[in-house]
């Protein structure tokens, strides 16, 4: 328990001292005007008021990452603590704020684009396709787990297409409509079943004396049943998908960039709701450790999704165990719909579509549907489908948050400002990235020592290439000082 609370208390630590120290660095300007005030268009620039844009930002971001995701990183033990919490302070709200604060000095532009403004043509051609998917894979993955979770725990008897039909067509309107229409109306009501969510378990550590929290000192061994072959690096940084740091977040950005009205609002808007997402991510790692450390009889052979479930019919009264699922049905909905809307945007913005009428809209969401349905299926269709597109989406996820890391490096680098805030995340995330794919079984399936050695060369190299990348550029710039003094 004590863990527990003195990581809540470097999260919030985190917001008050560290992110101001962040605004401070990059140079936010209260003064400067925004695109959601020179660039309004009623459709996707539309001024709106800054709490709702944090809970829009909030709920966009959470998803079931922190939760499904903190509960499978929860089975390798303590040391997902750390990682949520120092994650969360140092890479992911910095990678949120920065990116966001980018989105919103370049008229809120998509993410691709400010990877090839500052990385090269050829990765923004890249991950234009890479994000794309990416979002169609989140859109199809926020389907199935709330589906699955009002089926298994409310409507049992129903078929087994309804659900997912009824949230996919919700999620078509949410991509096509005004922000401020429907995602900007109902987004207060999924926030309200979000935070009523957390509290309800966190309260439960408090007022259940039976229930025991693991402490940090007690040790930091990997209790993953599956420890062989799921090594806490770097398997535990890909499970916390969303939970620490996530490329996903930095998709979303953009959507509240284009409505902020103040410069001033994207520290607690972009850092704040990655620090309320940390503080999620670490209520359901809590509750998970305590499940599969002191009920395991009820965790065998249970999902991520599936544990949410466990949790709130053990240690809720049946109105409050309502209330707990629907606020995880809420997160995966809230992230499900704008990711699609981001994918809309971000084809839209590859071949300069106008995103105002209409029926331009539909024709660049229409492939975005269609793709995602056929995922849809499939993940219904077969029994390992979700496990699947999950571990696929873990990964892609953390390798956008790795690329937006170097953009972000390199941005700063070029603005002279610090870029050590970043340089290091990114390196670490390169290091993750690369050795997750080399060691799992979804990837090359080596042998630990050769994944490890292979990774660190990987990162290596990425520093070096940086650092020559850094020495040019410095000389690049001194040969024009020279030039203009002799002038």
């Known amino acids: 328990m004590i863990t527990f609370i003195i990581s809540i208390i470097l999260l919030l630590l985190g ?27 009623g459709v996707d620039y539309v001024p709106m008021k800054p709490w709702r844009i944090f809970l829009i930002q909030f709920l966009n971001i959470a998803g079931v990452g922190p939760i499904v995701g903190a509960i499978m990183g929860a089975q390798f033990g303590t040391a997902s603590f750390l990682w949520i919490v120092f994650g969360s302070i140092f890479a992911g709200a910095v990678h949120d704020f920065i990116s966001g604060y ?11 684009e400010l990877h090839g403004r500052y990385l090269g043509n050829g990765v923004k051609q890249f991950m234009r396709y890479f994000t794309v998917i990416l979002m169609i894979l989140v859109g199809a993955v926020f389907v199935k787990t709330p589906a699955q979770l009002l089926i298994n725990n409310y409507t049992p008897d129903w078929q087994l297409w309804i659900w997912p039909a009824i949230i996919f067509v919700y999620y078509m309107l949410a991509t096509m ?47 993953h049943p599956k420890a062989d072959t799921n090594p806490i690096f770097p398997m535990m940084f890909v499970s916390i998908a969303c939970g620490a740091i996530s490329g996903f977040h930095a998709t979303q950005s953009p959507l509240m960039a284009r409505c902020m009205v103040n410069e001033k609002q994207a520290r607690p808007i972009f850092y704040g709701a990655m620090i309320a997402e940390g503080l999620v991510a670490l209520i359901w790692a809590a509750a998970a450790t305590y499940f599969f450390h002191d009920k395991a009889d009820l965790c065998a052979g249970q999902s991520g999704d599936a544990m949410v479930g466990v949790i709130a019919n053990e240690w809720f009264t049946p109105v409050l165990a309502v209330v707990t699922v629907l ?64 571990r696929y989406f873990a990964w892609a996820n953390q390798l956008l948050a790795m690329v937006t890391l170097w953009a972000i490096t390199v941005y700063l680098a070029i603005n002279k400002k610090v870029y050590a805030v970043t340089l290091i995340p990114a390196l670490f995330m390169t290091m993750v990235c690369s050795t997750f794919i080399l060691i799992s079984d979804s990837g090359f399936n080596l042998s630990h020592t050769v994944a490890y050695l292979l990774g660190g060369l990987i990162t290596l190299a990425a520093c070096i290439g940086f650092l020559v990348w850094k020495m040019k550029k410095n000389k690049q710039a001194n040969s024009e000082d020279e030039y203009i003094d002799k002038q």
């Open 102 to 112: 980018m989105s919103l000095r370049h008229d809120g532009c998509s993410l691709p």
């Open 15 to 41: 917001y008050l001292l560290y992110s101001k120290w962040i605004e401070r660095m990059i140079g936010v300007d209260a003064q400067r005007a925004t695109p959601a005030t020179t660039m309004a268009d």
């Open 327 to 390: 606020g995880v049905i809420a997160a995966a909905i809230t992230s499900g719909d704008t990711a699609l809307r981001s994918a809309r945007l971000i084809v839209a913005d590859i071949f300069h579509i106008d995103q105002k009428p209409v029926y331009k809209r539909f024709l660049v969401a229409l492939p975005v549907f269609m793709l995602a349905g056929a995922i849809l299926v499939y993940t219904f269709a077969d029994a390992d489908g979700f496990q699947t597109i999950w």
């Open 177 to 223: 409509l005004p922000i401020d229409k429907l995602i900007g109306r109902i987004y207060p009501v999924f926030g309200i079943l979000l935070l009523l969510m957390a509290v309800f378990v966190m309260c439960a550590f408090f007022f259940r004396p039976e229930v025991h929290l693991t402490e940090v000192w007690e040790g930091l061994a990997n209790r």
